[in-house]
């Protein structure tokens, strides 16, 4: 199956320093990336959808100036968070979505796990 | 509004048996499909099963079978002959139409006893 990576699996920063993750698609080319975030013993939150070349789609509640997604190549999408806090300690995980055929195939990353101290 | 939903907060299973996972859901799509995850502690996402709204068979992959119920929108995850390496959560997932994002229920964490 189609591989997806995510760096760095393991992230501890400070409050207040912004920390990019980068997930890329290692052998197919990713035409949508999703990004989604889970708090300890939750789901799978859906952030964010983007497009290659296009601007991202935040899901309602998700801000968009602290959440920066760029899309910029049809194998790696970055989420960056800025001025990042506390609470935006969680496991951030990626997927990608490759047209194969009628179905919409859609592959993870493993996560990046964010502490902020 | 929950589209996807889980009652089954934890469940046990006795290594061997098989056991049910539930999943209901809501859409007013015609065309979707619906995905079963295991996520052991290390957090990865491992893909376990597809159903398609269109597909007239349930599902099946090796120890997995898909119960779908299409009038009853459920879509339940069986798991047969239980082993120690099931114990993980689980989640139920729907994406609507062709190109969309995944929506997940609340898991159900599985612990597998030997």
């Known amino acids: 199956g189609a591989v997806v990576s995510q760096h760095p699996s393991r992230v501890i920063c400070k409050s207040g320093t912004s920390v990019k993750i980068e997930c890329r698609s290692l052998?197919?080319?990713?035409?949508?990336m999703f990004w989604y975030r889970q708090f300890p013993k939750q789901s799978l939150m859906l952030m964010a959808t983007s497009n290659e070349g296009s601007k991202a789609t935040y899901e309602q509640g998700v801000e968009k100036d602290k959440f920066l997604i760029n899309h910029a190549s049809l194998t790696l999408s970055t989420l960056t968070v800025t001025s990042a806090h506390p609470e935006d300690s969680s496991f951030y995980i990626c997927s990608a979505s490759e047209r194969s055929g009628g179905l919409n195939e859609q592959f993870f990353g493993p996560g990046t796990r964010l502490t902020v101290l | 509004a929950q589209k996807i939903t889980q009652t089954q907060p934890g469940m046990f299973v006795q290594e061997k048996e098989a056991v049910t996972l539930d999943c209901t859901y809501d859409t007013s799509d015609q065309s979707y499909g619906l995905f079963w995850y295991k996520q052991p502690s290390s957090g990865e996402m491992i893909f376990l099963i597809y159903q398609g709204s269109y597909d007239e068979q349930n599902a099946t992959e090796g120890r997995y079978s898909l119960n779908f119920q299409k009038a009853r929108k459920s879509a339940n995850l069986v798991i047969s002959a239980s082993q120690l390496g099931d114990s993980a959560m689980y989640f139920c997932a729907m994406r609507e139409g062709l190109i969309s994002d995944m929506r997940f229920g609340a898991g159900t964490r599985l612990t597998v006893k030997p």
């Open positions: 052998d197919f080319q990713a035409t949508t």
